[in-house]
């Protein structure tokens, strides 16, 4: 009997939650709120999904209603994708290491 | 491009997001990490634009569409200023739980073009994971903007509760598994639009009766679900980056919001329940009663510091109010040039968000390795000479470890009064946000400097 794609899906999914366990532990806790960011960025992946549906009307209407849904989501995951990744690359900046004060 | 080349490339993407994240262990690999981010994701747009491979003028739009989103995100990330942070990210996770909303809709709208089935026939594993999708990211959404408002003072930070609220709340979610049902037993889009209102709507009841100093929490949760709702679209496009991706963000948020609990010594649902420090306020405020504080000024700060040796810095919510930071870091580089050893204690739940206190001392300059987290420096507080308290309140309150009856009891407070002496910069002598009052401002050592955080840092480095 066939094993259903649905069971490898899942089970990236319950194995890549105990690789987000382990590797979020061992983020050091100042560096929190870039973690927040970058997670963010990263989540908005979802505009794999958004361009999709974008393209998914035909050559003579490119808008119908669900390309249009498409569209939408792909400019906010674009706002998310860049904010949170200049955002995070802005506050990681200041983490360098600075010359100590004489 | 094959499928079976896609989705290695999106496996790829996945294990750099995991690297983005391994990344932040220390600051020093940090930056690399976030490189590792940008790389998979330009992996994963460019593989989903080759795999689908007709290049119609649809591409013009989508290029057009993630321009005027990149633009804004760009031109938001370079003017936001780093106190704004907690706002920023609670405004990000609701664009995350709308975009799911979106790809959601457009999925149930047009199956055939995600490979679903057809309309009105969506395979019914499909039609479950979209909707689950669909349901949190709502939450997600109306949940991350009325924190958004709360944060942003546009709405009152004070809990907001009403009778009757939890069984509507639990109505509501049975509700949602009982159209969810409906939803895949009869694929009517009736059932579709019913299920996204009702989520917004407990999306909004559920974050509405959450103070404003829970608001660690909250952020964390919603970084959780934002992740969880990313997971769903994935199991529906059968897109391991997604999933990926969802899981870690998912337990990411999880972890923070367990770390951020426990740094206020109270359970996850006890928060999510809401209605802290409405209730307590009133019990407060019977007891009240005048009791002698003493009262300084930034001369005899200065004084103080001059002739400490070691100075702790406990910053808190009030410094990011006023944007003290970079007033403190040049008193504290005064303090330095006088040979006076000084460090940062920062309690886990200082701030709007994890972590918040940090960024705000790293973009004034402060050297990561002055701030310490409060296991790490809670006991040197008995050797210090001076702890200088800038808008923090609660953090410190010893009532936590010595008051039963304290609505903050048990919860793991810095040593502050163990110091020879203790600065307290305050607008007021008004409680914190748990409404209770602080024992440190009575005590013998104790020297209450009212003013404006970045004033009275001002003020101090002239005097020292």
Same mark, same amino acid.
Request: charged residues 10%; proline residues 4%; hydrophobic residues 50%.
């Given at each position: 009997m066939e094993i259903? &794609? =649905?069971? =490898?899906?899942?089970?990236i999914f319950i194995l890549s939650i105990f690789i987000g366990y382990y590797v979020v532990w061992s983020v050091t806790p100042s560096l929190h709120t870039p973690l927040m960011s970058v997670t963010n960025a990263i989540s908005s992946v979802i505009i794999v999904g958004a361009i999709i549906a974008g393209l998914a009307g035909n050559s003579e209407s490119i808008f119908n209603t669900s390309s249009i849904?498409? =569209?939408?989501?792909?400019?906010?995951?674009?706002? @998310?994708?860049?904010?949170?990744?200049?955002?995070?690359?802005?506050?990681?900046?200041m983490y360098k290491k600075k010359k100590k004060v004489k | 491009m094959s499928a079976n080349l896609s989705a290695i490339f999106y496996l790829i993407s996945g294990v750099l997001f995991i690297l983005a994240l391994?990344?932040?262990?220390? &600051?020093?690999?940090s930056r690399q990490g976030n490189l590792f981010g940008i790389i998979g994701m330009v992996i994963a747009i460019t593989v989903t634009f080759l795999s689908i491979g007709n290049f119609s003028i649809g591409f013009f739009y989508v290029f057009f569409f993630l321009l005027i989103g990149g633009s804004i995100g760009a031109f938001i990330a370079y003017k936001i200023p780093m106190t704004a942070m907690p706002e920023l990210v609670a405004g990000f996770h609701s664009l995350v739980g709308l975009a799911a909303v979106f790809v959601a809709i457009s999925a149930f709208l047009n199956p055939e073009?995600? @490979?679903?089935?057809?309309?009105g026939n969506i395979k019914l594993g499909s039609l479950i994971e979209m909707s689950i999708g669909a349901v949190v990211g709502a939450i997600t959404f109306s949940g991350s903007i009325i924190a958004f408002l709360k944060l942003q003072g546009i709405m009152s930070g004070a809990p907001i509760t009403f009778k009757g609220q939890h069984p509507l709340n639990a109505l509501i979610l049975f509700s949602i598994i009982v159209l969810t049902y409906l939803l895949c037993s009869t694929q009517s889009s009736h059932f579709f639009w019913i299920l996204l209102a009702v989520s917004f709507l407990i999306g909004f009841l559920l974050i509405v009766p959450i103070g404003g100093a829970d608001m660690p929490v909250v952020i964390s949760m919603l970084n959780s679900y934002s992740g969880w709702a990313a997971a769903g679209i994935g199991f529906t496009l059968e897109n391991s980056a997604l999933i990926i991706t969802g899981a870690l963000v998912g337990s990411s948020g999880a972890i923070l919001s367990y770390i951020m609990c426990k740094g206020m010594n109270r359970s996850f649902f006890n928060v999510i329940l809401g209605g802290f420090g409405a209730t307590e306020q009133s019990g407060a405020s019977g007891s009240k009663e005048q009791r002698p504080v003493k009262n300084g000024n930034a001369e005899d700060a200065a004084f103080l510091m001059k002739n400490a040796s070691s100075v702790i810095i406990v910053p808190g919510y009030g410094m990011a109010?006023?944007?003290?930071?970079?007033?403190?870091?040049?008193?504290v580089d005064t303090l330095k040039k006088n040979d006076i050893k000084v460090s940062y204690a920062i309690h886990p739940v200082a701030g709007r968000m994890p972590g918040h206190m940090n960024v705000l001392l790293a973009e004034a300059n402060v050297p990561y390795d002055e701030v310490f987290e409060l296991e790490e420096i809670n006991n040197d507080f008995a050797n210090a000479d001076v702890a200088f308290v800038i808008g923090a309140n609660d953090v410190t309150n010893p009532a936590a470890k010595t008051d039963p009856q304290s609505p903050i009891y048990g919860m793991p407070v810095l040593d502050v009064e163990k110091c020879k002496s203790v600065l307290f910069v305050k607008r007021s002598l008004s409680p914190g946000y748990a409404g209770i009052d602080n024992d440190l401002f009575y005590k013998e050592n104790t020297l209450m400097l009212f003013a404006d955080a970045k004033k009275m840092t001002e003020e101090i480095t002239k005097n020292l």
């Amino acid at each position: 009997m066939e094993i259903d &794609p =649905f069971i =490898f899906r899942l089970s990236i999914f319950i194995l890549s939650i105990f690789i987000g366990y382990y590797v979020v532990w061992s983020v050091t806790p100042s560096l929190h709120t870039p973690l927040m960011s970058v997670t963010n960025a990263i989540s908005s992946v979802i505009i794999v999904g958004a361009i999709i549906a974008g393209l998914a009307g035909n050559s003579e209407s490119i808008f119908n209603t669900s390309s249009i849904f498409g =569209f939408l989501a792909i400019s906010l995951a674009a706002i @998310n994708i860049f904010g949170g990744f200049l955002v995070t690359q802005r506050m990681l900046q200041m983490y360098k290491k600075k010359k100590k004060v004489k | 491009m094959s499928a079976n080349l896609s989705a290695i490339f999106y496996l790829i993407s996945g294990v750099l997001f995991i690297l983005a994240l391994r990344g932040l262990s220390s &600051p020093e690999t940090s930056r690399q990490g976030n490189l590792f981010g940008i790389i998979g994701m330009v992996i994963a747009i460019t593989v989903t634009f080759l795999s689908i491979g007709n290049f119609s003028i649809g591409f013009f739009y989508v290029f057009f569409f993630l321009l005027i989103g990149g633009s804004i995100g760009a031109f938001i990330a370079y003017k936001i200023p780093m106190t704004a942070m907690p706002e920023l990210v609670a405004g990000f996770h609701s664009l995350v739980g709308l975009a799911a909303v979106f790809v959601a809709i457009s999925a149930f709208l047009n199956p055939e073009a995600f @490979n679903l089935g057809s309309s009105g026939n969506i395979k019914l594993g499909s039609l479950i994971e979209m909707s689950i999708g669909a349901v949190v990211g709502a939450i997600t959404f109306s949940g991350s903007i009325i924190a958004f408002l709360k944060l942003q003072g546009i709405m009152s930070g004070a809990p907001i509760t009403f009778k009757g609220q939890h069984p509507l709340n639990a109505l509501i979610l049975f509700s949602i598994i009982v159209l969810t049902y409906l939803l895949c037993s009869t694929q009517s889009s009736h059932f579709f639009w019913i299920l996204l209102a009702v989520s917004f709507l407990i999306g909004f009841l559920l974050i509405v009766p959450i103070g404003g100093a829970d608001m660690p929490v909250v952020i964390s949760m919603l970084n959780s679900y934002s992740g969880w709702a990313a997971a769903g679209i994935g199991f529906t496009l059968e897109n391991s980056a997604l999933i990926i991706t969802g899981a870690l963000v998912g337990s990411s948020g999880a972890i923070l919001s367990y770390i951020m609990c426990k740094g206020m010594n109270r359970s996850f649902f006890n928060v999510i329940l809401g209605g802290f420090g409405a209730t307590e306020q009133s019990g407060a405020s019977g007891s009240k009663e005048q009791r002698p504080v003493k009262n300084g000024n930034a001369e005899d700060a200065a004084f103080l510091m001059k002739n400490a040796s070691s100075v702790i810095i406990v910053p808190g919510y009030g410094m990011a109010v006023a944007q003290a930071q970079h007033a403190l870091r040049e008193m504290v580089d005064t303090l330095k040039k006088n040979d006076i050893k000084v460090s940062y204690a920062i309690h886990p739940v200082a701030g709007r968000m994890p972590g918040h206190m940090n960024v705000l001392l790293a973009e004034a300059n402060v050297p990561y390795d002055e701030v310490f987290e409060l296991e790490e420096i809670n006991n040197d507080f008995a050797n210090a000479d001076v702890a200088f308290v800038i808008g923090a309140n609660d953090v410190t309150n010893p009532a936590a470890k010595t008051d039963p009856q304290s609505p903050i009891y048990g919860m793991p407070v810095l040593d502050v009064e163990k110091c020879k002496s203790v600065l307290f910069v305050k607008r007021s002598l008004s409680p914190g946000y748990a409404g209770i009052d602080n024992d440190l401002f009575y005590k013998e050592n104790t020297l209450m400097l009212f003013a404006d955080a970045k004033k009275m840092t001002e003020e101090i480095t002239k005097n020292l």
